[in-house]
C-alpha cells in the first residue's frame, strides 16, 4: 500500500500533521482529485482515518495504529533488506568493514 | 479494554550473489555496515549497530556521543542458517525490557547454489509491541511513531 509513491508521500505529510485534501494537494504535485483517490485507498488500508471539524474533513494517520505500525515497519524492511543485499554482494570475503 | 487483536507478520525475501556463511556474517558480524542509519531510536545520531554473535547476545545501537540503545535480544544462534532476534521497541519507540513485550524477527539464510543465497525474513508477534495505550498516545501526543514518521519523511525527503 506504501509502495505507491504518492501514498507513501500522503501518509508522511499526514504523520507530521492531521490535514485536509487541500492542504494535502498544496503540497504535493497532483490535484485534489487524485490525493482524494489515495486517501480512500490509505482509509480502506486502516492506515488513515477522518474526521468532520466544522465544514473542513481532516485525514490523519490511525490512531489505534496497529496498521500504521505494520505498515512502517514494512517499509523499513524492505528498505534494510535492500541495502543488506547490495552490502552482502559487495563485502570482502573476510575483513573486518567496522563503522569509522 | 479490548484484547490486542493479532497482526499478521511481515515477511521480506532477497537472495543475494554470495556463499552463505558470507551472507549470514555480512547480516550478523558486519550488521551496522548496511542497516538504514535513519533507523534508529537514540536521541544521538546513530554511529552502529551491534548485534552480538551468540545465544543471548544483545542487539543494540551505539551513538556518535558514545551512548548505546538496546532493540532486543539474539535468541536463535544458528551460523550459517537460522538467526532469530527480539526486536523490543515499543509504540513510544523506547526499548521495552519486558520479554512480553517482545516482537520477533526470524531470518533463515538457504544457499540457492555454491554463489547464492536465499535470505527469508519474518517479523512476527508484532501485536506485543502494542501496548495499546502507549501507541495512540505516542501518535496523538506528538512523539513515539509520530515523531519517529517525521524524522523518516525528513530523511526520506532529503533523499530526492
Request: charged share 20%; hydrophobic share 35%; aromatic share 8%.
Amino acid at each position: 500500500m506504501l509502495g505507491d509513491p504518492t501514498r507513501r508521500a500522503i501518509f508522511e505529510l499526514l504523520a507530521r500533521h492531521p490535514s485536509t485534501v487541500g492542504e494535502l494537494a498544496q503540497q504535493l504535485p497532483i490535484t485534489r482529485s487524485a490525493v482524494s483517490q489515495h486517501l480512500r485507498v490509505l482509509k480502506d488500508g486502516g492506515l488513515v482515518i477522518s474526521q468532520a471539524q466544522g465544514t473542513r474533513r481532516i485525514y490523519r494517520l490511525n490512531p489505534e495504529g496497529v496498521t500504521a505500525l505494520r505498515a512502517y515497519l514494512d517499509r523499513v524492511w524492505a528498505e534494510a533488506l535492500t541495502a543488506f543485499g547490495k552490502a552482502a554482494q559487495t563485502a570482502p570475503t573476510d575483513s573486518e568493514q567496522e563503522e569509522p | 479494554m479490548s484484547s490486542t487483536p493479532t497482526i499478521p507478520p511481515l515477511t521480506g525475501t532477497i537472495t543475494v550473489d554470495a556463499p552463505v556463511d558470507q551472507t549470514f556474517r555480512t547480516f550478523t558480524a558486519h550488521f551496522g555496515s548496511w542497516w538504514p542509519a535513519e533507523y534508529h531510536i537514540g536521541q544521538a545520531e546513530m554511529a552502529t549497530a551491534i548485534l552480538e554473535p551468540r545465544h543471548g547476545g544483545r542487539w543494540y545501537e551505539q551513538g556518535v556521543d558514545g551512548s548505546e540503545c538496546d532493540w532486543g535480544r539474539v535468541l536463535v544462534w544458528e551460523p550459517p542458517h537460522r538467526l532469530v532476534v527480539t526486536w523490543q521497541i515499543n509504540g513510544q519507540w523506547q526499548f521495552d525490557p519486558d520479554p512480553e513485550h517482545a516482537s520477533e524477527i526470524e531470518v533463515r539464510f538457504t544457499p540457492d547454489g555454491p554463489e547464492q543465497t536465499r535470505v527469508e525474513l519474518e517479523h512476527r508477534h508484532l501485536e506485543r509491541l502494542v501496548d495499546g495505550q502507549a501507541l495512540r498516545e505516542g501518535i496523538q501526543g506528538g512523539g513515539g511513531w509520530s515523531a519517529l514518521l517525521e524524522q523518516f519523511a525528513k530523511a526520506a525527503a532529503n533523499q530526492r
